[in-house]
């Protein structure tokens, strides 16, 4: 049951988040061995966990290419992108530099909802940059007219 809460931010593990985040950044098939390689990692590790995100309809993996995201997984990449810059943003609020701010959102993003990033990004007024790039907004954080909250 890898894939059951996907849909509030809380269902992959740091390692995956990791993984999804650096396939999105390569904007390309990722190698096996290049994770590997990257990370530090076994390979075989490495397959074993591109399976079990292949098994959640996030990556598509296709032999002697790579992992590469599927349009879900580019959404939920997308997200998990906006979750690190929003906790890292919100830290240096608090007296960390902005290194110190990724690396410890870095620590336990993983760990925090959909619904709350949302929420933060509306109560910090949906900035547009955070510590290590552009932050985006959808209708989630946005939200829509008529809707609660
Ligand atoms: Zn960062
Ligand atoms: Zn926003």
Request: net charge neutral.
């Given at each position: 049951?890898?894939?059951?809460?996907?849909?509030d931010g809380l269902g992959l593990s740091p390692r995956k988040v990791t993984y999804l985040k650096y396939i999105f950044e390569r904007a390309g098939p990722v190698k096996t061995c290049d994770l590997a390689s990257r990370f530090d990692v076994d390979p075989s590790?490495?397959?074993?966990?591109l399976t079990e995100l292949s098994a959640c309809g996030l990556l598509r993996i296709a032999p002697y290419h790579g992992a590469s995201l599927s349009p879900e997984g580019r959404l939920y990449a997308e997200f998990l992108v906006k979750r690190h810059r929003?906790?890292?943003?919100?830290?240096?609020?608090?007296?960390l530099s902005r290194e110190e701010a990724c690396t410890e959102a870095s620590r336990f993003e993983s760990l925090v909802s959909k619904d709350a990033i949302d929420r933060m990004c509306k109560a910090m007024g949906h900035?547009?940059?955070?510590?290590?790039?552009?932050?985006?907004?959808?209708?989630?954080?946005l939200g829509h007219a008529g809707e609660p909250g």
């Open positions: 049951m890898p894939c059951m809460k996907i849909q590790t490495i397959t074993k966990t929003i906790l890292a943003l919100a830290l240096t609020h608090y007296g900035p547009s940059h955070g510590v290590c790039g552009e932050i985006t907004h959808d209708t989630g954080c």
